[in-house]
C-alpha cells in the first residue's frame, strides 16, 4: 500500500441560474487528502465502496493478479477482491475468492453481525465456486467481519447471467438485480408470473429477493425482446423497490421507448410484482448506472447520454453525465447534463451531508464542468447541491485509461472514490501492473 501526494484540479463551476448555497457547503475544501494504488502484475478493479460500522471503509472488486498486494490466490484468472480499511484509511486485511473460472466482484453491503454479502458474477464450479449452469452466474457469497468464508450461492442458467447490484432491505435481507440470458433459461427465472410466454432475446433485468441466509424469497425479470440489463437499485421508504439500467427494447414491458438505447426505470412492489416503468433519453444510447432515493421522496437516477434531443434538452458533448428526477409516480421533474465538449461517462452516486449529491465517473473532456484532462479518460467526480449546480469539480489522471467506479462521503465527511488506472505517470507513478485498483480520499 502506497500513498502518492499529486496535483488535483479543484475549480468552482458557474450555473445557468442563481441558487442561494448555504455556508455549510463550504466546509468541504476540495482537497486531496491522498491516492492509493494496489494490486500486481495483472488486472485489478474496485467497482464498489461502502463505510463500515466501525468508521473504516470497505472496497470490492476483482484481480487477475498472484502477485504484489494479492497474496492469497495462484491462478492467474480473475477472482472477488475485498479490502478492509480502518478510519485512518489504512489497510487491515484482503481477501480473495473465487475458483479457476471468472469470477468478478461488483458490490457488497455489510450484514447486522459485522459480516458482508459480496454479489457478482462467476463461471467457476471449483474452488469456492460449488456450481455453474452456463457461461456466468449471479454469484453471492456470505464472509465474516474478517472477510473469512462462510458461504455461497450462485443463480443461473446456460447463457451469461451477470449481477451488478446488491442492496440490504429494510427486512434484514437482501435485493440483488443484473440480467439473465431467458433465452438460454428457456423462459424460468421467475416465481412472481409466468412469463414464459414472451421470450426475450439478449437479456433481461433480473432480480432476486433473498433473506440474510440467501435463500430465495422470490425473482422476476422484466423487459422486451431485446437487450435489457439492470445495474443498480434501491428500496423505497414506502418498501417498494426501484431497479435502473438501459433498454433497447420497444415491446412487452416497455410501452415507450425513445431511441436506440434508453435508460429504463422499473419500479417493483415489496414481492417483485411490476408497478410502473419508464424510458428516458433521446434517439442515441442513453444508459443508467445509479439510483437513489432523495429527502423529498423522489428517485434521482445517473448515468449518461449520448442523445441531444427527447429528454435532453442542454447537451454538452458527444457523452454526458446525465441525472434526471422522477416523482414516487414515475413523472419526470428535471433532467441535467454536466461534463464538456468530449466523452464523459457517470458511473457511481453518493448522497452527502445537507443534501448535496456526488457523480463520479471519467471524461475526456477539458471544458465545460471539466477544467482539465491528463491524458485518455480521467477520473471525474462532481458535488453538487441538492438543486443540481456544480458546486466543484475534481479531475484525477495520468496520460492512459483512469476510471473512477464509486464514490461515499464518509460519515466523518471524508471522500473515497475507487476505480481503476493503467497510467503510470502524473499520480500513478509507481503503477503495479497492466491496471491498479485505485482509491481516492478527498476532504
Known amino acids: 500500500m502506497r500513498n502518492f501526494f499529486i496535483f488535483i484540479l479543484f475549480c468552482f463551476c458557474g450555473c445557468e441560474s442563481t441558487s442561494y448555497l448555504p455556508e455549510d457547503f463550504s466546509s468541504f475544501e476540495g482537497k486531496l487528502s491522498w491516492v492509493k494504488t494496489l494490486g500486481g502484475s495483472n488486472e485489478d478493479i474496485a467497482h464498489a465502496v461502502i463505510e463500515t460500522e466501525d468508521g473504516g471503509f470497505a472496497v470490492f472488486g476483482n484481480t487477475k493478479s498472484v502477485d504484489g498486494d494479492v497474496t492469497d490466490k495462484t491462478i492467474e484468472e480473475s477472482d472477488l477482491w475485498l479490502l478492509k480499511f480502518n478510519a485512518e484509511a489504512e489497510l487491515e486485511w484482503t481477501k480473495t475468492y473465487g475458483g479457476s473460472g471468472d469470477d468478478r466482484g461488483h458490490s457488497l453491503i455489510q450484514m447486522n453481525d459485522g459480516g458482508y454479502m459480496l454479489l457478482g458474477y462467476s463461471q467457476s464450479e471449483d474452488g469456492l465456486g460449488s456450481n455453474n449452469e452456463g457461461q456466468h452466474d449471479n454469484w453471492v457469497l456470505r464472509v465474516d467481519a474478517q472477510g473469512v468464508f462462510m458461504w455461497e450461492r450462485s443463480f443461473g442458467y446456460g447463457g451469461h447471467d451477470h449481477a451488478y447490484s446488491i442492496i440490504k432491505t429494510a427486512d434484514g435481507g437482501a435485493l440483488f438485480n443484473g440480467f439473465l440470458d431467458v433465452t438460454a433459461s428457456n423462459g424460468a427465472g421467475n416465481s412472481v408470473a409466468d412469463r414464459s410466454g414472451s421470450l426475450h432475446g439478449v437479456g433481461e433485468f433480473w432480480c432476486h429477493k433473498i433473506n440474510a441466509e440467501g435463500e430465495v424469497e422470490w425473482r422476476n425479470y422484466y423487459g422486451g425482446t431485446s437487450n435489457d440489463r439492470s445495474y443498480d437499485a434501491t428500496e423505497l421508504a414506502n418498501g417498494n423497490f426501484v431497479l435502473v439500467g438501459t433498454s433497447e427494447s420497444i415491446d412487452v414491458d416497455i410501452t415507450d421507448p425513445k431511441g436506440s438505447y434508453d ?130 469539480s475534481l479531475s484525477l489522471g495520468g496520460s492512459a485509461l483512469d476510471l473512477a467506479h464509486d464514490v461515499i462521503e464518509l460519515s466523518s465527511g471524508k471522500i473515497i472514490v475507487v476505480g481503476e488506472t493503467e497510467s503510470t505517470n502524473g499520480p500513478f507513478q509507481e503503477n503495479h501492473g497492466n491496471k491498479d485498483l485505485v482509491i481516492a480520499q478527498f476532504h
Do not use: C
Not at 367 to 373: C, M
Open 263 to 392: 435508460v429504463w426505470v422499473v419500479t417493483i412492489d415489496a414481492t417483485g410484482n411490476l408497478l410502473w416503468e419508464k424510458s428516458l433519453g433521446g434517439s442515441e444510447i442513453d444508459g443508467a448506472n445509479a439510483v437513489l432515493e432523495n429527502a423529498g421522496g423522489n428517485i434521482v437516477v445517473f448515468g449518461n447520454s449520448f442523445s441531444s434531443d427527447g429528454d435532453r434538452n442542454f447537451p454538452k458533448g458527444s457523452s454526458d453525465f446525465w441525472i434526471t428526477t422522477l416523482s414516487p409516480s414515475g413523472v419526470l421533474l428535471s433532467e441535467d447534463s454536466f461534463g464538456g465538449s468530449s466523452f464523459d461517462l457517470g458511473r457511481g452516486l453518493a448522497s452527502g451531508s445537507d443534501g448535496v449529491l456526488w457523480l463520479a465517473g471519467y471524461s475526456r473532456s477539458s471544458d465545460g464542468d471539466v477544467s482539465l484532462n491528463q491524458g485518455d479518460n480521467d477520473m471525474l467526480i462532481l458535488r453538487l447541491s441538492p438543486d443540481h449546480v456544480v458546486l466543484n
